[in-house]
């Protein structure tokens, strides 16, 4: 059932909980919340399981997907995708994310994040505390050459961390990058970053194991750009400046 009615919002699950992938895989839908003002169809879904009970996802079904000139279909594959990529990196930016048989046929179910809607970057970014975050935000948006890096993507949880969500225009194989987090320009990387990117791309050329997830989502040739910006970003480790031609999504937030 699908209902537009105010959300009711169960307890949060812990998104460090070890289980969280295996209680998404396994969970059961319940009511549907389509969201307002959405290009694509996505839904608050309420659901549950056995040993987490009730919790809040994020559902986007690939049925619900408007057709881009520029992207194929499957846009949901593409927020797994930036799920996995910033596992594998250890950086902790996506909120968890698989795939699902919800009731609108197949699509992510992306872990909700307690968060303050009205508020997003351009608040956030008035306090220094969130400056490492968006350092590794503004890394991470670049390596996976992220199109729509609006401000409102990017959520505060109640522990101070920050979320970022809608990633569905990710990885490309051609340059589309788009993002609001043009702040840190000039910013040199930190070590321990550049040693987890190093570590990501080796896994990913060589085909480790450890990357087929997130292979698994890539269209011909993404991979191989994937590794290429990477590589870019090992051999200039500092954060770019505004690119000449458009690279801020619209609209802002």
């Not at 197949?106 to 400056?131: C, K, M, V, W």
């Amino acid at each position: 059932m699908t209902t537009r009615r105010r959300l009711p919002l169960p307890d949060p699950w812990d998104s460090s909980d070890p289980r969280i992938e295996e209680a998404l895989r396994e969970a059961v839908f319940g009511s549907l919340h389509e969201t307002p003002d959405s290009s694509n169809y996505v839904f608050f879904a309420e659901i549950s399981h056995p040993v987490l009970g009730r919790g809040l996802g994020v559902y986007k079904p690939e049925r619900g997907e408007q057709p881009l000139n520029d992207f194929p279909p499957g846009l949901y594959e593409r927020e797994i995708a930036a799920y996995e990529f910033s596992r594998l990196l250890g950086w902790g930016l996506i909120p968890p994310t698989v795939e699902a048989m919800g009731p609108h046929g197949t699509g992510s179910l992306q872990l909700y994040i307690q968060h303050d809607p009205s508020l997003h970057y351009f608040h956030f970014r008035e306090s220094d505390a969130y400056n490492e975050q968006f350092v590794r935000f503004a890394a991470f948006d670049i390596l996976a050459n992220n199109a729509d890096r609006k401000g409102g993507h990017l959520l505060l949880d109640p522990r101070g961390r920050v979320w970022g969500i809608d990633n569905g225009l990710c990885f490309h194989e051609e340059q589309k990058l788009r993002t609001v987090i043009w702040d840190f320009a000039g910013t040199a990387l930190p070590e321990s970053m550049l040693i987890d990117i190093m570590r990501v791309r080796t896994a990913l050329a060589e085909a480790d194991p450890s990357t087929a997830a997130l292979r698994s989502r890539f269209e011909d040739g993404e991979c191989e750009a994937l590794i290429a910006r990477c590589d870019e970003m090992l051999d200039a480790p500092v954060l770019p400046e505004m690119y000449p031609w458009r690279c801020t999504p619209w609209p802002l937030v």
